[in-house]
């Protein structure tokens, strides 16, 4: 497991912008791939974005297809999440994970919060319409 320092959430008006950085407290070479996922009040968990580290392919949750985008720095070992056109319904924490032991490797776990081994404290978004 590592530790990750999440940043970047904050209240913003409907329509607009953020990015989301997520950092592991140390570098490590055992990191397979890293994840988003938000958590609504009342709400369970989900899948909102992920990157492989080895192959670079990205994935996404239909909900947030053609506005939310993953990406990775390699050199600063940082993941970022672009999340543009927000709406209300976008509103929840969001939470970085990461998988150490490849997990995702197998079947869909990259989708599934059980693919991740390793979690961020959350930042809030909160998007006022």
């Known amino acids: 497991q590592v530790q990750l320092v999440e940043s970047g959430g904050g209240l913003v008006q409907a329509g607009g912008s953020l990015r989301l950085s997520c950092a592991p407290s140390?570098?490590?070479?055992?990191?397979?791939?890293m994840g988003w996922f938000r958590q609504a009040p009342g709400k369970e968990r989900e899948f909102v974005a992920a990157v492989s580290v080895s192959s670079g392919m990205t994935y996404y949750a239909d909900s947030v297809k053609g506005r939310f985008t993953i990406s990775r720095d390699g050199d600063k070992n940082t993941v970022y999440l672009q999340v543009n056109s927000l709406t209300p319904e976008d509103t929840a924490v969001y939470y970085c994970?990461?998988?150490?032991?490849?997990?995702?490797?197998?079947?869909?776990?990259?989708?599934?919060?059980?693919?991740?081994?390793?979690w961020g404290q959350g930042t809030q978004v909160t998007v006022a319409s």
């Open positions: 140390r570098r490590t070479s055992r990191l397979y791939a």
């Open positions: 994970a990461a998988d150490t032991i490849k997990r995702t490797y197998y079947d869909d776990s990259i989708y599934q919060t059980d693919g991740y081994d390793s």
